[in-house]
């Protein structure tokens, strides 16, 4: 009754998924067993239920959860903990991904673009010319490709700084892309 939304694993055993209504569940046994973590309220809220929409993890080892109301938590062990990063969107982020030098984009509804400081406190909104929501984000290297609804497909050559739409003639929805 609660489904999952995303899964990710560090190596072959520890691996951390999340879902409807702030569900956080971890193994460390590949998958055998999990357990449930219970999160914090977010700033001025009663009780912990964001929908945890996907993850994405940085160079560092650091976990990154996007969610509704425009927050990103991280977590530092693996998934056992969790600390609200207020993004200062209120949409929902759907995706997300660490840029090579350090620094966070996530996407969601209607287009939303947010590139964020390495620590995840300063965040600035990025013109995209679309309004279609974005629901995935890949990077490798200066490389970021943004794919979405209705066609949507950027790319930046630039680390995230420049982005060029290459929407697809037929409109088909994207939901994951890969750099490669």
Avoid: C
């Amino acid at each position: 009754d609660r489904p999952l939304f995303a899964v990710h694993f560090f190596d072959q055993l520890d691996g951390v998924a999340v879902g409807l209504w702030s569900q956080v569940l971890t193994t460390r046994d590949g998958g055998r067993s999990w357990q449930q973590q219970s999160l914090l309220p977010p700033a001025g809220a009663r009780r912990a239920d964001l929908n945890l929409m996907g993850l994405f993890a940085d160079q560092h080892g650091a976990l990154y959860a996007t969610a509704e109301r425009g927050q990103l938590l991280r977590s530092t062990d693996r998934g056992l903990s969790w600390r609200y990063l207020d993004t200062g969107y209120s949409g929902t982020l759907w995706t997300g991904a660490a840029l090579a030098d350090g620094r966070l984009l996530v996407g969601g509804q209607r287009g939303t673009l947010m590139l964020g400081s390495a620590d995840g406190q300063h965040w600035q909104r990025l013109a995209l010319p679309s309004v279609s929501s974005i629901t995935a984000i890949a990077a490798r290297g200066r490389q970021v490709t943004v794919v979405g609804l209705d066609g949507l497909l950027a790319r930046s050559g630039d680390g995230a700084r420049h982005f060029k739409l290459e929407p697809l003639t037929d409109g088909a929805s994207l939901t994951a892309v890969l750099n490669v």
